[in-house]
């Protein structure tokens, strides 16, 4: 975190730093930005830097748990079409120019929970209880909202609404700003205190249903709660960041790598994914006076790491 | 069985074939030279060489373009595709059309084989600097038989842009420019964009030279680092003046602190894109710039000027306003 405070474009030295607790009682006093220095670090790399913490911690949680749920190892929460849901909302939301403060993130979250509720519509229709119809439900749903998000693009644009509707897809933390990062904190802080208090009955689901039928645990409904909750949380995250990939993906393997399944590894996870996810997004801001989509270079990182861990550790 | 199918096949590749087919019939007068453009700065150099009555058909991004629409209130023509969907060659060819005006893609050889197989004749344009565009519009007139208004606007540009460019090559101290563009305050231009070579031209130094691609997404951290003493705004922004000045994370910058923020005019139009009334562009940044440079300078009598010269109406009688 102290290194991201002093990573960016904007040079900061350390009467900066001395200055900045009485700068912080004006701001609280007077509501207003006195120093350039004071704008950097307080309005715009703090609560950047928070917003990176909850969104790592939050997407790394997601996808320990439905890789949990799943038993497979390449389980993340796109599985069920979160992604593709919000990313047509908020593409949608841009090309209908709502004049709704927010709406980007309000049809963003909407779509994407939506999609979820649509997979598991689905799957209650097809009557069958086994996990691998939710995924193939999924699968429908992902390519559904991908073929409408093409719509979407195909009408917008090519001067504003393309370009930012491609942008967003591609994933970024510059929209962070004092409300969306605390509400996303507290968020992330309560739904993390849940999974970590569900994380033995989400074990016992990971191992065996019979088991966890015999201990008098309702499964199918338990599995639909968590992951419905699972969903909300990525829902929320993707609607004010975009689609952030692999973090999801890789942050478990790393975590189940290190810390094998001791008790604590969902708290574990998401510490591993908040810091990861904030010296990504320290070099997406920092390194080129552009900012580079976030999503970018969680793939380019996430991809190599995925095939160390398949062909030297042969952990999956 | 087997014939049933044999011919159910045939009567396929029957309807395939004749729904594809085009009506070549020609209904205009040979004289008269049938243009389709296939994206907006061109359609736009058309209006400007005295072009509107030859279109006949446009892209659909010109389609709904403020300045077609009031120089052109009863045109009936259709929009066939955009450099960003792509184009219906087979619409195009329907239209039976003399000149096709094409983008640069890196589609856009094979359109111009097949539409040169046509016997149409096409030309490419891709107007991303000052000499381009008057290349360009060159070309484009020789194309369209207007050569003369070709020739008229080009010395006309020239012209002006001699004079804006003798106005400020004395200055010494060069302001600062932070061009936002079409995603917001911050979104800008790259160096290979025609709004950096605007800049330049009119005496700004334009902080984004060395940015590549198109339209950059930058930090605000980025802008306040940069601190500008001037910021401007393309008018086809989601942001405009007031949201500028009312940000309060942009509230250190020079340029906000000194209320040196101004949006590129007009309503009817965008002078900062490339196309004959970015010369207007040109003007009003070196006038907005350095205004004691460019005290003479009556910008609605030098742009009502221009529009009677290129497009026969005066800029007010279009219902144009800065």
Known sequence: ?316 | MRCRIIVFFFLIVFLVFTTGCVNNEKNHQESEIRIVTTYSPATDMVLSLSGKDNLVAVDDNSIKSDLLKKLHPKHELIGIGSKKNGINIEQIISLNPDVVILYPTNDSDDTMEQLEHKGIKVVKINPETMDLLKHDIFMVGKAIGKEKEANELIAYMNTKLDDVINRVKDIINKKNIYLAGARGVLSTCSGSFYQHEIITLAGGYDFAEYLVGGWNEISVEQLVNWNPDVIITVNYSPDNVTSILDNQLLSSIKAINEGQVYEIPSNIDSWDLPKPSSILGILWMGKTLYPDKFTDIDLMKETNDFYTKFYGQTFEELGGTF
Not at chain 1, 155 to 162: H, V
Not at chain 1, 252 to 264: A, E, M, T, V, Y
Request: with cysteine.
């Open chain 1, 1 to 316: 975190m102290i290194i991201s405070i002093l990573s960016g474009r904007f040079r900061l030295n350390i009467n900066d730093f001395i200055y900045f607790f009485p700068q912080l009682l004006d701001y609280f006093k007077t509501g207003e930005y006195a120093t350039p220095s004071f704008t950097i670090i307080f309005g715009i790399r703090l609560p950047r830097i928070i917003l990176a913490i909850s969104i790592g911690a939050a997407l790394s949680i997601a996808g320990l748990i439905f890789q949990q749920i799943f038993k497979n190892p390449i389980a993340s929460p796109d599985i069920l079409g979160v992604s593709s849901g919000a990313s047509f909302g908020a593409a949608l939301a841009m090309i209908l120019a709502f004049n709704i403060p927010h709406s980007i993130q309000l049809f963003s979250f909407i779509f994407g929970l939506l999609a979820v509720l649509i997979a598991y519509m689905i799957k209650k229709i097809s009557k069958n209880d086994n996990i691998l119809y939710l995924v193939l439900s999924g699968i429908i749903v992902s390519a559904f909202f991908s073929s409408l998000l093409s719509a979407v693009k195909y009408l917008a644009d090519p001067y504003q609404q393309l370009p930012s509707i491609v942008f967003w897809t591609m994933g970024g933390l510059y929209k962070a700003n004092w409300s969306n990062t605390l509400f996303c904190l507290l968020l992330v802080l309560l739904l993390g205190y849940i999974f970590q208090k569900l994380s033995y009955k989400i074990s016992i689901l990971s191992m065996d249903e019979d088991l966890a039928k015999t201990m008098g645990i309702n499964v199918s409904r338990l599995r639909n709660s968590i992951l419905i909750l699972t969903s909300f949380m990525v829902a929320i995250c993707v609607s004010i960041s975009g689609v952030i990939g692999w973090v999801a993906l890789i942050i478990p393997h790393i975590s189940r790598l290190i810390f094998k399944n001791d008790k604590g590894l969902t708290i574990y996870t998401g510490l591993i994914g908040a810091i990861s996810l904030v010296l990504i997004d320290t070099v997406a801001r920092s390194l080129t006076p552009s900012e580079i989509p976030i999503g970018i270079l969680t793939s380019l990182i996430g991809a190599p790491i995925l095939g160390y861990l398949i062909i030297v550790k042969k952990t999956i």
